[in-house]
């Protein structure tokens, strides 16, 4: 069984370091002259599949999104995961989960068994109830050839409070989460199965991130305004493990799906010029 690191260093190399996110918020559906309701949900979400499935390596569905509309909100985004995994993407499940116990076990069991209809092959999660009340999703996605991507060092402002707040050891919260995520990477090759959300719009961090092992998810590019450009500054020496992810410079192309593709072609254009450069 290959590791989750293993299939996301292929898919990088054979379509691209890019993640592209499937957010359908009631501004974009409208833009696309869509109805706020399922309808409108699984004509977006559908429409994303069949323009970017076959080309994007990484997709990242926000669940939030799909959760608004209920069940049946919740059966277009376990479609929508059928089918980017048909067409061949890595999907990555943006839902920020994480709590303690046999309720994280649950959120788990819910996206990284091979079981279930949520299963994808990676999600994001919160470690601030401390990263070991992580362990069964990182035990599960070992088990499975899963991914998690921890958030670390986020570009809301409100974040900062929290992430930079240092600790009785004199190391950040946020370098804290990064050093116990790079232990859990520790000695494998080609790029770990646990990685890191580390916003694209923070300039020079003054973190270290040279350590991971693992791949550095990095949002806020494109509509939220950072650029390929500034993924120098942020990640430094980390660069080759970085995935970039865009979201509304992507999805503001549509509804068109050669635009859609075209505008995906675009950023992955600026990416790969900045990252070959690592």
């Known amino acids: 069984m290959e590791s989750f690191g293993e299939r996301l ?4 190399a054979e379509r691209g370091p890019l993640c592209v996110g499937i957010d359908p918020h009631p501004g974009l559906l409208a833009r696309w002259g869509l109805t706020d309701d399922v309808e409108g949900l699984a004509r977006f979400s559908g429409t994303v599949v069949e323009a970017l499935g076959d080309r994007i390596a990484v997709v990242k569905p926000q669940s939030a999104f799909f959760e608004r509309f209920g069940s049946r909100g919740v059966a277009v985004l376990e479609s929508t995961i059928r089918q980017l995994r048909a067409a061949g993407s890595l999907v990555l499940l943006d839902v920020k989960r994480g709590d303690i ?5 649950a959120y788990a069991s819910a996206y990284l068994d091979p079981s279930s209809p949520l299963y ?31 958030l670390a060092l986020t ?4 974040g900062a ?18 050093d116990e995520i790079s232990q859990l990477n520790a000695g494998v090759q080609p790029l770990g199965s646990f990685g890191l959300v580390v916003g694209a719009t923070l300039g020079d961090t003054g973190h270290d991130l040279s350590q991971v092992g693992g791949p550095l998810l990095a949002p806020g590019l494109g509509a939220q305004g950072a650029t390929a450009a500034d993924l120098r500054t942020v990640f430094g020496s980390a660069l080759p493990a970085v995935l970039p992810s865009y979201s509304r410079e992507v ?20 990416c790969r010029a900045v990252l070959r450069t690592a």
Do not use: C
């Open 101 to 105: 116990g046999s309720t994280v076990a």
């Open 161 to 178: 409070a929290v992430q930079r707040a240092r600790s009785a050891d004199g190391r950040t919260v946020a370098q804290g989460i990064i």
């Open 251 to 270: 999805l503001g192309a549509g509804p068109d799906t050669g635009a859609l593709r075209a505008a995906a072609e675009r950023v992955l254009a600026d």
């Open 9 to 12: 260093h292929r898919a990088m």
């Open 120 to 150: 994808v092959d990676a999600v994001t999660a919160s470690p601030y109830l401390g990263v070991g009340s992580l362990a069964p999703m990182f035990e599960l996605a070992a088990a499975h050839g899963g991914g998690v991507f921890v």
């Open 155 to 158: 570009s809301n402002p409100e």
